[in-house]
């Protein structure tokens, strides 16, 4: 139980450092994005994050109970990985954050897609035919 207490509580500060980072992140985008990017990405960005916790928190209780292990096994395996998906989503904004300081001024704006695009989980242009009904 000592580990799944010992992940939580790192999973906590981690939390408070990624909804910190977050923050920045769409401030950058409130001061420098175009019309488009305020109104459309924002709004998606702001939801995608907010979907994103409660999203690590169901897949990793699903981990968990996957073991079938008795006791606490379970639940100090779900800490361990909402552990490590939240170390992956910092790390995913201090990049994003790290190349939009890295673009130059001028196209700051068009630079910030590239920048974000790894927040989210898109389908790979590969898997549209898979994904598409009819299209196989």
Not at 106 to 130: F, M, N, Q
């Amino acid at each position: 139980m000592r580990t799944a207490l010992d992940a939580a509580a790192q999973t906590a500060k981690l939390d408070a450092q990624i909804d910190a980072r977050h923050r920045v992140l769409q401030q950058q985008y409130e001061l420098d994005g175009g019309p488009y990017l305020r109104a459309g990405i924002l709004a998606a960005l702001i939801e995608q994050q907010r979907t994103w916790r409660a999203a690590r928190v169901a897949d990793c209780e699903l981990a968990g109970l996957l073991t079938q292990a008795g006791g606490s096994w379970p639940h100090a395996w779900a800490a361990v990985c909402e552990l490590r998906l939240a170390q992956q989503r910092l790390q995913r904004i201090d990049n994003a954050l790290a190349c939009i300081a890295r673009a130059p001024e001028k196209s700051r704006e068009l630079e910030y897609t590239g920048c974000v695009e790894r927040l989210a989980d898109p389908i790979e242009p590969a898997a549209w035919a898979e994904a598409l009904p009819g299209q196989h």
